[in-house]
């Protein structure tokens, strides 16, 4: 494997890494909600969404590196779909960096009372979810920031020079025909001076 492909899937996991918290944290909130058969809030399921597909798709093209360096255009492009995705999932949820996750400070946030079991209506009716105010709020604000880290590793691996962008065998079998003739030249030159050389004398 070239250097570049090394990168490529070096960063990929980096990326896959990054993704699996708020996977797990907005799945944690899902699931609650499910439980408690309410609808799930547009700032937890949006950017859950977005994270999941995010990280199937890195997923998908780490264990498809050979096919995926060939379609460099595409995968170049859906890495920026998801700049823009996670970018509105990041925005969607921008209210918990308002509020403090200390002290009980997020049962003042206008984010709790839309939380449902996690938040005020879940604290009022005694549901274990909300019994933790400052865990569901620092839950919530890591998700936001792994929100920003992803946003800026998938626009990474959308400008930088990557062994996506480049066919790694092409290249080689380009710079094989470039030495092989550099070679033959050269030896073309060195024969027809030896030969000249002779002749004169």
Request: glycine content about 2%; charged content about 5%.
């Given at each position: 494997m070239a250097i570049s492909g090394f990168l490529f899937i070096s960063w990929r996991l980096f990326e896959i890494i990054m993704l699996l918290p708020p996977v797990g944290m907005?799945?944690?909130f899902i699931h609650g909600f499910v439980e408690n058969?309410?609808?799930?809030?547009?700032?937890?399921?949006?950017?859950f969404i977005v994270v999941t597909l995010a990280l199937?798709?890195?997923?998908f093209t780490t264990i498809s590196y050979l096919r995926a360096r060939h379609d460099a255009l595409?995968?170049?492009l859906v890495d920026l779909g998801f700049v823009g995705a996670l970018i509105a999932g990041v925005v969607v949820l921008r209210q918990i960096t308002q509020t403090s996750c200390m002290n009980n400070d997020f049962a003042n946030s206008p984010l709790?009372?839309?939380l449902g079991p996690f938040g005020l209506?879940?604290?009022q009716t005694g549901n274990g979810y909300a019994a933790d105010i400052n865990k569901n709020?620092?839950?919530?604000k890591a998700s936001f920031a792994f929100g920003i880290l992803n946003i800026l590793a998938f626009f990474l691996t959308f400008v930088s020079p990557c062994p996506l962008r480049h066919d790694d065998a092409q290249f080689d079998a380009i710079l094989?025909?470039?030495l092989t003739f550099m070679f033959l030249h050269s030896c073309s030159l060195y024969s027809y001076t030896t030969i000249t050389r002779m002749t004169t004398r």
């Open positions: 907005l799945a944690w058969n309410q609808l799930t809030p547009n700032f937890v399921l949006v950017l199937v798709w890195a997923f595409f995968v170049a709790w009372a839309q209506p879940g604290y709020c620092s839950m919530l094989t025909v470039r």
